[in-house]
Every structure is written in C-alpha cells, then in structure tokens.
C-alpha cells in the first residue's frame, strides 16, 4: 500500500496567507447577510441589492406573516385568560344589580273578590286575618240598595274587645286602607236595613293571610 507523502513546511500556508483567508471568509459572509439574508428573511434591505434580486418583497411577507401570527398569539391567549379585575369588577356590578332589585322587588300581595247577599234586616260579617301594622285596601259597594257598616276588628286572644275603624248608615259603597291596630281579625259588618235583598261587592288586596265571611 502506498500512503501519500506529508506535505513540506514550504508547502504550508503561512498565517497571513490563514489570516487573510478568513477576513475573505467573512466579508463574504457579511456581504451575503447583508445583500441576501437580511432582505429575504426579515425585509431589511440596507443596500438595496434585496428591491433588485426581489428578495426584499420575499422578507416583507414573512415579517408580515409573523407579526400577524403573534398578534392573534396574542387575542388567544386574551380570550383564554380574561382580565380577572374585569371579572371581578363585572362580579361586583352583577351582585349590585341583584341586590337592588331584591330590595326593590314588592312583596306578593294578595287580591280577593267576596259577594255576599243580605235579606231584609240580615246582616253579615266580612273579615281578613292581619297582624299588627299590615294594611289591606279595600272598596265595597252595593246592588239593590243601602246598607248599614262598621269596619272594626278584634284580637284573636279577646273576641269580645271590638276596635272600630269606621261606620255608618244607609250607603251604597265605601273604600280606603285598613292598617291593623293588632293581630286578629279585621273587616267589615253590614246590615240590610230595607225591605228588598241587598248584594254586597267587596274587593280588597293587600297582605293578609285570609279572608272569609262570618257570619
């Protein structure tokens, strides 16, 4: 086998011959950054040569490309992860809605319609179940004649002890808001008086627990 003679010291490059070589190497290198890579890939042309070779169109659309793909990166991530002092602020606004309108919210209130039909000199007694200080409003009338009333109430643990709220004689109709005085029952009385049955209307509303005729 023969194996090729090692090349002489003369042979040799010198080390400005190595030197010199490499600053070539590197001007090309810079030259080619600067006239080929920096227009194709970035749209930085500072010697023109890239608008000439057509490469700088080339680096604009991939900036463009990049930028816009960071940009909805970007929404993503937005909408992914929203800002939580929005959120809590939306949280404090929500709640402060809800609370106004409970506090505003009207308690139910109940409405009723009783009829009753008295015979001459009959009477009969009306009447709504309210704690102290509830209020029911109320309108009656008559169809047929005039009766006498007594708007009065009575606690539920004495029967007897009669409160009036308002009375009179020989109407067709009244109205207005009882607020009861204390817990029992509170109503109305109405006697027939003439000589032809009489039909009494009676309409309430308001937040009483029952309404019922008597007697």
């Given at each position: 086998m023969y194996n090729s003679d090692l090349p002489?010291?003369?042979?040799?490059?010198?080390?400005r011959q190595l030197l010199r070589s490499t600053f070539i190497a590197l001007a090309t290198a810079c030259l080619l950054l600067v006239t080929i890579v920096l227009p194709a890939e970035y749209g930085i042309d500072p010697t023109g040569a890239?608008?000439?070779?057509?490469?700088k169109q080339m680096g604009d659309i991939k900036t463009?490309?990049?930028?816009?793909?960071?940009?909805?990166?970007?929404?993503?991530?937005?909408?992914?992860?929203?800002?939580?002092?929005?959120?809590?602020?939306?949280?404090?606004?929500?709640?402060?809605?809800?609370?106004?309108?409970?506090?505003?919210?009207?308690?139910?209130?109940?409405?009723?319609?009783?009829?009753?039909?008295?015979?001459?000199g009959e009477g009969?007694?009306?009447?709504?179940?309210?704690?102290?200080?509830?209020?029911?409003?109320?309108?009656?009338?008559?169809?047929?004649?005039?009766?006498?009333h007594d708007t009065h109430g009575e606690p539920h643990n004495n029967p007897n002890a009669t409160t009036s709220?308002?009375?009179?004689?020989?109407?067709?109709?009244?109205?207005?808001?009882?607020t009861a005085a204390f817990d029992g029952n509170h109503g109305w009385f109405w006697r027939n008086r003439g000589s032809a049955p009489v039909t009494v209307t009676l309409k309430t509303s308001g937040d009483y627990t029952e309404i019922k005729r008597l007697k």
């Open positions: 002489t010291r003369a042979e040799l490059p010198t080390s890239g608008q000439a070779l057509g490469l463009q490309l990049y930028q816009e793909a960071i940009d909805d990166a970007a929404t993503d991530a937005k909408k992914a992860k929203p800002d939580q002092r929005s959120s809590l602020w939306d949280a404090i606004i929500s709640e402060m809605i809800i609370g106004t309108a409970h506090a505003q919210a009207a308690p139910a209130v109940r409405t009723d319609e009783t009829s009753v039909t008295l015979q001459p009969v007694e009306v009447k709504a179940a309210l704690t102290k200080g509830q209020k029911i409003t109320y309108s009656w009338k008559t169809d047929g004649g005039k009766v006498n709220y308002k009375k009179d004689r020989g109407v067709t109709g009244d109205e207005g808001v009882l």
